[in-house]
């Protein structure tokens, strides 16, 4: 569990990523909720997370996310003008790789606002590029992670990862209990650990 939070470690560091920042999140699988973690550790208030998984929003919740959305049902760039008088958060994280989150992402930052893209892309995404340039947004992509910040966080602010694990399954059910759990379109279940040892 060390490995993914690390990851957004890397990311909330490369993004440069202040306590007092106002901050989105797309997307509340293991990256967005790591993220919503490392971004708790540093001591940031206001973090927004949209999910279109419910079990996984009510997660964010349980993990101290401030207001949690639905982008199916809700216009994600329009929430965030209405709680930021108009402005847009500081920084949006894409932690999904998937157009509709990046440009809810684009679409919420203020003027000079930043986008980290965590996200995964199997597709191209046409960007609205004009907005982009205007409101003169900063676009980071991160892929890298810092095991030294993570254990940090673990350490001394109390931060544990393993929070977000919602089943253990043993190593000759991981192709039923495991990957095609996962595959499903529900996203129920977000991560799943693997016990190599039989269970006697």
């Known amino acids: 569990m060390v490995e993914p939070l690390a990851g957004a470690a890397y ?88 157009e509709a989150a990046l440009k809810d992402c684009l679409a919420s930052v203020r003027y000079q606002g930043k986008v980290i893209v965590q996200g995964i892309f199997t597709e191209r995404v046409p960007v609205h590029m004009l907005g982009f340039v205007t409101r003169e947004t900063t676009m980071i992509g991160t892929n890298s992670i810092n095991p030294t910040l993570a254990m940090s966080w673990i350490a001394s602010r109390g931060i544990q990862p393993e929070l977000i694990i919602t089943k253990v399954v043993p190593l000759e059910q991981i192709s039923a209990e495991g990957f095609e759990s996962l595959a499903q379109k529900t996203k129920e279940e977000i991560k799943i650990l693997v016990a190599p040892e039989r269970h006697h």
């Open 11 to 98: 990311a909330i560091e490369r993004g440069g990523i202040q306590p007092s920042d106002t901050v989105l999140i797309a997307g509340a699988g293991p990256v967005g909720l790591m993220t919503l973690l490392g971004l708790k550790a540093l001591g940031v208030k206001e973090i927004y997370i949209t999910d279109i998984s419910e079990s996984r929003r009510k997660k964010a919740e349980a993990l101290g996310a401030s207001q949690i959305w639905n982008p199916l049902t809700e216009k994600i760039p329009a929430r965030i003008k209405a709680i930021s008088g108009g402005k847009g958060v500081d920084v949006a994280i894409e932690a999904v790789g998937l």
